[in-house]
């Protein structure tokens, strides 16, 4: 506890436009309450100004009361530095002062402000009102009202001071002050050595950009040197095989061995040619071979017919006698069989006379009785003839009776219905008509005249019905014209005109003269109707097959009597027969006996022609044969048959002969061929053959090949691949050296990357190591089992505690609520105070309205670390809820302006 | 008396292509420029003719741009120019020659010697016999035809040849195309003119290697010149003298910085060097700040005023002293890490640490300085 604050004067500042004081401040926890605007956060501004703001600035119009614009601020401190005793007066704006007091020595104005900085560990501003960078311990252990959680800023500032504390303190282990500086300078080199080394490599260490480039390039040098090489080796392969070509293609030249199998060629096809000529002539002689063996045959065939002509003679001269004797034979059995055959024809003639006699008997008696028959029945047939034939004469009288009256029911109805019409018109004129009564004088005559009427004469008394205008010619007086005036009247007269008309004609039509004529021709009609039934019923009964086949059979009838009549007569007179005798039995003996010598003549006829043609077979058979027999003795008694016999046995000798000489010819060439072996003779002249088209194509060939060859290495020579190579060859070289340079650039920046960051960790983690005991300290009490690590900057880094699971997480801290990190904030100052304490740097806390956003139970535990804290630092708590702090063991010192 | 220009190993075509174009380029052009300055040493020297024992063309497909400046480059002297093929140019069935006949490139006075037969040029008095090679490499002797090779009484007989000569350069070079040592004796060879090795070199009085007239190593030996060879006549003893070429300068500096004035040594050797020089520069040792500082400056010049200067810094080391340390204000843990990269960087049983340590060092030293600076 190297500062304390003992007494705090102020004096027209802000709120404190009087002076006010505060005594007797106390090591340990010193508790400040006032309501809002009491004037809490003045007095710590004030103390700020006194430490932080040069007294002559002129940027701290802030200090003075509102509205008081001549105010000069000035505030006074006791203290006591490193057992010392001080005091600190400063006074801005107006009669600008700073006095400092510290132990026997005074200094005033910027060295005294010096000295204290330095010894506090604080810097000024070069310029204007002091900033939170100048601030240093203080800036990090004064917290301004609201400001607890921002702790990396206010650690960030006071780095070097913690630095120094942290060497100077505990944690030093034989480094010194320089190190920490050095670290500091090695943060900026590292950050240059990691730019140049990603230049070169990935954050992983793989090869990038300029690095990856040059290997690329050397991999691809090498492809193209490998194909360059190939293509070189391809050249010098076809260099030597052009050269292997020319000799081949001399060589050839020289020794031409085609020729060689060209003659061998020559000879072959000659062998071969003597061979075919072999073959042919074999051929040909088998042959002729086969032809002399048919001749051969053909001879002795002859030879042996002719023998056996002459063995036939004999036989034909044995045939001979026996079919002529056969002939005779068979001469005397158709000679036999004649004779019975005429005697039984005699029989059989004698029955057919018998039988033909008893035939007619029988006959005549059957032709008399039919006679009689066909006489009764035409007779019968005449009378109903004559009957039926007048029967039909009174009903054709009857019928064109009946004709003549037709007159139908329909005709005469119609009559009657016109007359009834007519009638009634009549009636309805007259009715309508005008009457003219005329009673003349004797003698005078009147004529009537009207139209479509004839003129009437009338004369004595008459009535006259006028229908029409008529006009009366009065003899001597002229005329007078009567008009009758009904109205339908002329209507009338046309209808009664029509149906006169009709009637006339329906009258006309039937042929009567009235109504009345027509009734009994009615009458008459169907009387003559009956007349015709009754006629017809006579008929019937007499020709019920109509009167024209009642005729017809009377006259077959007729016919069939004169028919019978002229049998009779042509059976003429005949003897009586024996009337004992039944002509009809006496028939049938006859027929009986006729038939029996009838089947003996057709029995004789049978034998009679079997014997003839046996004969005409036996005859045919003796004459052939004697025709053979004469034939064949003739032509063996033919002396050029002779000769010819002869002929063919030389022939047949000479044939022969012939034959058997070829066979053996035969056979010794096809033995001379067998072994000659054609097909292998060819095959080797088809062998020499395509040697030799195969021999002056290679040749002609490898000529073109050469000539190929001369011109893809011209062309290729003319690339310039050796040069090419050389290229390629430089380019790998230098490629090579540029990738080994990058490749050992990169190497040595990552090791040092590497280096540099291990060693600077294990410095920081040398330097964080007191921290973090006292940072853990307090840590306890608010989260037990919590651990907060402290990163490069000196700063709380990550939170490691259980969660409400009992699992761990960790998390940086700027991510926890408000409360929380205000907490923690205040957690890392208590630290930094006590590791600045025991580095024997001044450490005073001040708290301006602190942690107000804890829970009841958090600030329980934050009272806890605060009052462990008070034991060794000096605390100035303000506060505007002093209840929230009566559990501090001190007494709230109220605050309010005078 | 018959005189000759013997060289050989032009290496047409080479690119130096590992090298930043702006150095290879020039590079590359001078082997061209050097085939002119032959020619016009041939007309200055007024020889009869100038032979050119193999590897004319780096390799066989060159460009035919190479090819074509090639011969136009030996335009500027007219006298009979004979050449062999070589390793890198054997006269395979297709090859740069045939290439450069097809192209119509080749002038009537330039003889190519493609196939093992004399070559007689009765006017200058001279048959030659070449030994080209026709294939890339070969195991036989190719020279040994000329021991039996016939040629016309008075006409010195010169063998052109490109190979090892067996038993004197066995360790150095490939034992492909092997040429017995006592070839021109032999051969009753008047001058065994030989390609192959780059260096000037006299094997006995009538056999020498040229070597190439424009140094292309880092090595010491001879390189950048071309012989002169005066014969009086069949038999007699040539004489031979060795004629400037080559215009750049190679040179390899090695440096092992140990103490304060070693590192002025190198610096004044730095200062010395001059536009056509093409230095390899390899550098060991440890440095502290101010040193590492003076040698950078310095390295900065020479790079600005020789044709190239190739550096291999890898084997050296920075070791801040204490005061050194003091100065970068880097105390604390960055103080720490400093000591402990410097005791790192001389660790011997883990090469690759070390390495990575003391790279580590020099960049924080840098870094650290620009932010003293800075500040």
Known sequence: ?898 | MPCFLHTADWQIGRLYASLPPENAVPLADARIACVERLAALAAEQAVDAVLVAGDVFDAQNVSDRTVRRLFNAMARWTGPWVLIPGNHDAALAESVWTRARRLGVVPDHVHLCLTPEPLLLPDIGLALLPAPLTQRHTHSDLTAWFDAAETPAGLLRIGLAHGSVQGLLAEEIDSANPIAPDRAERARLDYLALGDWHGCKRIDARTWYAGTPEPDRHKDNGSGQALRVDIAAPGAEPQVRALATGRHRWRAIEATLAVPSDLDGLLAQLDALAADDVVDLRVSGALDLAAHGRLREALARAEACCRHLGLDLAALRLSPTDEDIAALKADGYLGELIVALRERQSREDDPAAARIAADALALLSAELQDLGSAS
Request: include cysteine.
């Open chain 1, 1 to 898: 506890m190297t500062l304390l604050l003992t007494r705090l004067k102020v004096e027209q500042v802000r709120k404190f436009r009087q002076p006010f004081e505060l005594t007797g401040l106390q090591p340990g926890l010193n508790l400040f309450s006032g309501d809002n605007e009491a004037g809490k956060s003045t007095l710590v501004r004030a103390i700020r100004a006194a430490f932080f703001e040069r007294h002559g600035t002129n940027v701290v119009e802030d200090l003075r009361p509102w509205g008081d614009a001549g105010a000069t601020p000035q505030v006074e401190i006791d203290f006591r530095l490193d057992g010392e005793d001080g005091q600190l007066f400063k006074r801005f704006l107006g009669k600008k002062r700073c006095q400092l007091r510290l132990g026997s020595r005074t200094l005033e104005g910027t060295e005294a402000e010096d000295l204290l900085a330095e010894r506090l560990g604080y810097a000024y501003a070069a310029k204007g009102a002091s900033k939170t960078e100048h601030w240093g311990i203080p800036g990090l252990l004064w917290i301004e009202q609201g400001s607890g959680q921002d702790i990396h800023d206010a650690a960030g500032h006071a780095r070097e001071h913690l630095h120094g504390a942290l060497q100077r303190g505990g944690g030093g282990q034989g480094a010194d002050a320089v190190g920490a500086l050095a670290a500091s300078a090695g943060d900026g080199l590292l950050a240059r050595l990691l730019e140049r080394r990603g230049e070169l490599l990935t954050g992983t260490g793989k090869p990038r950009a300029a690095l990856a480039e040059a290997i690329e390039r050397v991999v691809s040098l090498d492809e193209q040197r490998r194909e360059l090489d190939q293509r070189i080796d391809t050249y010098r392969r076809q260099v030597d095989l052009l050269d292997a070509l020319r000799r081949a293609h001399a060589a050839d030249e020289r020794e031409r061995p085609w020729q060689a199998l060209e003659r061998d060629l020559v000879q072959a096809r000659g062998k071969l040619a003597a061979l075919q000529d072999s073959q042919r002539q074999l051929t040909q002689d088998q042959q002729r071979h086969a032809g002399l063996q048919a001749q051969v045959g053909l001879l002795q065939q002859q030879i042996q017919a002719a023998q056996q002509q002459a063995d036939g003679l004999q036989r034909r001269e044995v045939e001979q006698a026996r079919t002529q004797s056969a002939r005779e034979t068979a001469d005397a059995a158709a000679q036999q069989a004649r004779e019975r055959l005429e005697a039984a024809q005699a029989l059989a003639a004698q029955a057919a006379a018998l039988s033909a006699r008893w035939r007619a008997q029988a006959s005549r008696a059957e032709q008399l009785r039919q006679q009689r028959e066909l006489q009764a029945a035409q007779s019968t047939r005449q009378v109903a003839l004559t009957q039926a034939e007048a029967a039909a004469a009174t009903l054709a009288r009857l019928r064109a009776q009946a004709g003549a009256r037709a007159l139908s029911d329909e005709v005469v109805k119609t009559l009657r219905q016109l007359d009834a019409r007519r009638r009634e018109l009549a009636t309805r004129r007259d009715a309508a008509a005008t009457r003219l009564a005329l009673d003349l004088l004797p003698g005078v005559t009147l004529t009537l005249q009207a139209d479509g009427v004839a003129d009437q004469a009338l004369s004595g008394t008459s009535r006259q019905v006028l229908v029409r205008p008529t006009t009366l010619d009065i003899p001597g007086f002229g005329r007078l014209t009567i008009s009758p005036g009904g109205q339908d009247l002329d209507e009338l007269a046309r209808q009664l005109a029509d149906t006169d008309g009709r009637w006339q004609a329906a009258l006309a039509q039937a042929g009567v003269a009235d109504l009345s004529g027509a009734e009994q021709r009615l009458a008459q009609h169907a009387d003559l109707l009956r007349q015709i039934g009754l006629a017809e019923q006579a008929l019937a009964l007499q020709a019920p097959q109509g009167i024209d086949a009642l005729r017809q059979a009377q006259a077959e009838g007729a016919a069939r009597l004169a028919q019978v009549e002229a049998a009779r007569a042509l059976i003429g007179d005949m003897a009586e027969p024996d009337p004992s005798v039944d002509p009809i039995v006496a028939l049938a003996q006859a027929e009986s006996d006729q038939k029996a010598a009838d089947a003996a003549v057709q029995r004789a006829q049978q034998a009679s022609t079997t014997a003839g043609q046996q004969l005409a077979a036996a005859t045919t058979a003796e004459v052939q044969a004697r025709h053979e027999r004469d034939a064949l003795a003739a032509l063996l008694a033919d002396p050029e048959r002779q000769a010819q016999a002869a002929k063919a046995a030389h022939q047949l000798l000479e044939a022969s002969a012939e034959r058997d000489a070829l066979a053996l010819r035969i056979e010794q060439t096809a033995q001379a061929l067998a072994q000659a072996r054609p097909a292998i003779v060819e095959q080797d002249v088809q062998r020499l053959g395509a040697s030799v088209t195969q021999q002056t194509r290679a040749h002609q060939q490898r000529r073109e090949q050469i000539l190929v060859l001369e011109t893809q290495l011209a062309e290729a020579g003319a690339q310039g691949l050796d040069e090419q190579l050389a290229h390629v060859d430089g380019e790998q070289v230098r490629a090579i050296a540029r990738r080994d340079q990058l490749q050992r650039r990169a190497d040595a920046l990552a090791l040092l990357c590497r280096e540099l960051a291990e060693r600077r960790a294990a410095t920081l983690a040398q330097l964080q190591g007191p921290l973090t005991r006292h940072l853990q300290h307090h840590l306890a009490l608010l989260f037990p089992q919590a651990t907060l690590s402290v990163d490069a900057r000196l700063a709380p880094g990550e939170l490691t505690r259980a969660d409400a699971h009992g699992r761990t997480e960790t998390g940086a801290i700027d991510a926890l609520s408000f409360g929380a990190r205000e907490q923690l904030g205040l957690i890392a100052r208590c630290a930094y105070a006590d590791l600045l304490l025991e580095a024997g740097r001044p450490t005073l806390l001040i708290l301006d309205d602190a942690l107000v956003h804890s829970d009841a139970q958090r600030l329980a535990q934050m009272k806890r670390v605060l009052y462990d804290v008070a034991q060794r630092h000096q605390v100035l708590l303000f506060t505007c809820h002093p209840e929230d702090w009566r559990d501090l063991g001190v007494q709230a010192r109220p605050i309010h302006p005078a």
